[in-house]
């Protein structure tokens, strides 16, 4: 069991769990953490090999993710959950569902897809891994946060992105950008998705084109799209009050 790094408030109420996104942790849930009612009882963990969380040694996919927030909830002693995935996140909460569906309470999927990576795409995260190792996260500092934000991010965001990208585990962020590489094809189980699902979509997304937003929406029986019309990837930040109304929604 490896020993994720977890945030945590009350112990009472209905359970979520908030999993980020790359190459990021769970400071990214920031507004969410200090905004939602005190009636939810929040997991907010480092996944393995980001922010605090050590990352173990051998094969790291997308369902080791998943398997390892399996074991964090066991440990914390909650059977049944909400989860909102952001991104890489989503790919993890796919995950979730195929593993252990009958946990999950219902489900939001923010800035995420269900398609898996072209050829080229798997190209280009072995690049971004190998200079992870060799450099350090600098680089996905330098150059990320401005593809991930719209047009007018609020202020402090881009500042926010930078200072939690910098900081990420050169080690981290190489085996998450394999594990995304290497992830399958979640469409042919929307259809099968029976917990309550929100997709929170930003409409100025540079990273998930809208098309892929409203295919996967639409594919989940019953999911409901909510546009972020001012934000880009990162709707918790850009537009945090509509990000955590919805989550609350979620719950409640
Ligand atoms: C993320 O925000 O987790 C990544 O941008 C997802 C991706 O690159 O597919």
């Not at 908030?18 to 905004?35: C, M, N, S, T, Y």
């Not at 995935?85 to 489900?107: D, E, K, P, T």
């Not at 050169?170 to 929307?190: C, E, F, H, K």
Request: charged letters at 20%; aromatic letters at 4%; glycine letters at 10%.
């Amino acid at each position: 069991m490896i020993p994720l790094k977890l945030t945590t408030r009350n112990d009472r109420g209905p359970a979520l769990l908030l999993v980020h996104g790359f190459p990021l942790d769970h400071r990214i849930w920031q507004p969410q953490i200090e905004k939602l009612p005190f009636s939810i009882r929040l997991f907010v963990p480092d996944l393995r090999g980001c922010g605090a969380s050590p990352l173990p040694p051998g094969p790291c996919g997308i369902d080791d993710y998943a398997r390892d927030l399996l074991g964090l909830m066991n440990e914390q002693r909650v059977d049944r959950f909400y989860v909102a995935g952001h991104s890489m996140g989503g790919y993890i909460v796919f995950s979730l569902l195929r593993q252990a569906a009958g946990r999950i309470l219902g489900a939001a999927l923010v800035s995420s897809r269900a398609l898996p990576d072209t050829e080229e795409g798997r190209r280009t995260r072995e690049a971004v891994a190998r200079r992870a190792e060799l450099e350090g996260p600098g680089f996905l500092a330098d150059s990320m946060p401005a593809k991930a934000v719209g047009d007018a991010p609020p202020a402090g965001v881009l500042d926010a992105l930078r200072t939690i990208m910098s900081q990420a585990q050169p080690a981290g962020a190489a085996a998450a950008a394999r594990a995304m590489a290497g992830r399958v094809d979640s469409t042919p189980g929307l259809a099968r998705i029976s917990c309550p699902v929100v997709v929170l979509a930003g409409r100025q997304d540079k990273i998930v084109p809208a098309a892929e937003s409203e295919a996967m929406a639409s594919g989940i029986p019953g999911a409901r799209l909510v546009w972020c019309e001012r934000s880009g990837h990162v709707p918790m930040l850009e537009e945090a009050d509509l990000v955590t109304r919805e989550l609350g929604a979620l719950v409640r």
